[in-house]
């Protein structure tokens, strides 16, 4: 009898165990995304999703990075409002630097640009994916509540969906001036990226 009480029981218990274990790491996801810098990333994302496609690589490829550039440029102020480490300050200030003049050279090309057939419904599935990556990999960071590190660790994610995006546009690009831009991206936040993992790397 006393056997048959205790399967049960211990049955219960292995249930409450699961669903604690699954409400804390719900609780975790809820805190981290309560993160500004997070907050950021979850509007632009909506933001993206929402916005119409052309299927034409060049145009989306243009519209979709004046998005993540905001982002980014938003990001980097927050840093400069609540960050104390003077390479990291100085690290936001050269993003909002270089990817404002990105975005009025993006603002430029789509202001004069129809898009082009045939279209490639292809690009925008290979954006998405890019995309969904980056906020999974920066869903299985730690977020400290440190902004310094919080964002160096961050914008190593978001430079690197970047560069996804411009890779996928020289595949399927057409157009000089975003593969020139797309190129330079690339260029520039792979030289990012190494400076920025060295510093995390000298700040755990």
């Not at 290979?126 to 980056?134: E, L, R, S």
């Not at 869903?139 to 970047?162: C, E, G, K, N, W």
Request: charged share 25%.
């Amino acid at each position: 009898m006393n056997r048959l009480f205790r399967l049960p029981l211990l049955s219960l218990f292995l249930v409450s165990l699961l669903f604690t274990a699954c409400k804390m790491d719900h609780d975790m996801d809820d805190m981290k995304h309560e993160s500004p810098y997070m907050k950021i990333m979850d509007a632009m994302m909506m933001e993206m999703d929402m916005q119409a496609k052309t299927q034409d690589p060049d145009h989306d490829y243009a519209t979709q990075m004046v998005m993540h550039h905001d982002a980014a440029i938003k990001m980097a102020e927050e840093e400069l409002r609540t960050g104390s480490n003077q390479e990291m300050k100085t690290t936001a200030q050269d993003i909002i630097t270089k990817q404002r003049a990105e975005i009025g050279q993006f603002n430029a090309f789509t202001s004069g640009h129809q898009p082009m057939q045939p279209l490639v419904p292809q690009f925008n599935t290979v954006q998405k994916t890019n995309m969904d990556k980056m906020m999974t990999a920066m869903d299985a960071r730690t977020i400290t509540a440190r902004p310094d590190y919080d964002f160096a660790q961050l914008m190593v994610d978001h430079h690197q969906a970047a560069i996804d995006n411009s890779e996928a546009l020289l595949q399927a690009g057409r157009n000089a001036t975003t593969r020139a831009l797309a190129q330079a991206i690339i260029t520039d936040q792979r030289q990012e990226i190494a400076a920025l993992q060295n510093w995390l790397t000298r700040n755990k």
